[in-house]
C-alpha cells in the first residue's frame, strides 16, 4: 500500500503521517507540504491512497485531488480538513472518504477498510530486464541452485507467456539441441522448487512439459513498458544485456522508445 499525506501545515502533515503510520504500520508513506511536490511524485511513482487537507496555499486540496485524479485515475483521495463545508466537492469528485479533524487512528482504519477502490494485489516477484536480468522475490534476490536456472526464468520472461519445451530452451541456452536432456530437466526441477518453497509456483504455467511464465503474476519492467505503464521504468538502451538472444527484443524496444 502505497500513501501520500499531503498539508501545507508542517505540524498538521507530521501528525497526520503518525496517525496513518500507526493505522497502517506496513505502508510506504510519503508526506508533502507543497502540492506541486505531491504531483511531482506521483507522476513518478506509484501511489494508491492521498489523504489530503482542503485549505492550502497556492493550490486547494480540490484542485490538487484533481490534478491527481487526471495522473492516476484509480488513487483513493480521502479527505483530512477541519472544514464541513467541503463535502459536496468531494463527492463530485468520487472522492473515498471524508474525514474531520481531529483525525484518530480508528478513523483512517475506516477508510482504509473502506476504499472506493480497492489495492490490486501485491506483486512478490519483480523481474528487472533493462540492463541485467535480475529476479526478487519479496525484494531479496532469488537464489537458484544452477546459474542457468535464471536464463530459464529469463527467457520465459522473454516469451510473454508463450509455452516452451525443453528442447527449445536447451536451443536458446547452448546453442544447439542435444546432450543436454539431463542437464535441462535438472534446471527445470530448480526453477519449478525454487519458486514452490517460497509460495510463488503459481507465477508459472505448465502444459504437457512445456513451461511458461504468467505476465499477470509478475512485476516486471518489460511488461509495463510494452503496457504504456511507464512511470518511474526507464528505458537504458540494455534489455537482459547478459543474454546474447535478448538482443532481437532489445531492437523492439529501441524502436518503441522513439514512438
Known sequence: MKIIAVDDERIALEGLMDVISEAAP??????????????????????????????????SGVALAEQLKLRNPDINIIFATGFEEYRKEAYDLHASGYLTKPITVDKVKKELYDLRRPIPKRKRVRLQTFGNFEAYIDGKPMAFKYSKTKEVLAYLIDRKGALCTLTELQAILFEDDYGHE????????????????????????????????????VDCDYYDWCNGKRGGRVWNGEYMAQYSWSEYTAGVLERMSKI
Request: hydrophobic content about 40%; proline content about 3%.
Open 26 to 59: 506496513e505502508a510506504e508513506l510519503n508526506g508533502f507540504e507543497y502540492p506541486e511536490d505531491a504531483l511531482e511524485f506521483v507522476a513518478r511513482h506509484e501511489c494508491n491512497i492521498a489523504f489530503l487537507d482542503v485549505e492550502m496555499a497556492g493550490m
Open 182 to 217: 539431463s542437464y535441462m530437466k535438472s534446471l527445470r526441477r530448480d526453477l519449478l522448487d525454487t519458486l514452490e518453497a517460497v509460495e510463488c509456483e503459481h507465477i508459472i504455467s505448465q502444459q504437457r512439459g512445456k513451461l511458461g511464465i504468467v505476465p499477470e503474476e
